[in-house]
């Protein structure tokens, strides 16, 4: 192991319904391979937005709403937008 903490967070698998830790897309690491291998993963949603998605949904309705109902309409919890749109402005895809 590198030393860093491991980030996998434990979630209810969307496909088989166990808990335990997740590679994305809501899937439990074993579901997610198995969908992988038979090449049907794309079947699957993400559950996260790119930054460009972000920065999308941010220049349509940003400037009209406070940031709170801006988060809650596109599905993100009002610190992940927060942090989305910190790394945005770093990489100067915002102003």
């Known amino acids: 192991m590198s030393g860093r903490a491991s980030r996998r967070v434990l979630r209810c698998c969307v496909r088989c319904g166990r808990t335990g830790s997740h590679n994305g897309r809501g899937l439990c690491e074993s579901c997610y391979d198995y969908e992988e291998w038979h090449g049907n993963l794309l079947a699957w949603p993400r559950l996260t937005r790119?930054?460009?998605e972000v920065v999308a949904d941010w220049r349509v309705?940003?400037?009209?709403?406070?940031?709170e109902d801006v988060a809650r309409r596109i599905g993100m919890g009002l610190p992940a937008l927060r942090r989305a749109l910190a790394r945005a402005r770093a990489r100067g895809l915002l102003t």
Do not use: F, I
Request: aromatic share 0%; charged share 20%; proline share 0%.
């Open 50 to 52: 790119t930054a460009d």
């Open 61 to 67: 309705l940003g400037a009209q709403r406070a940031t």
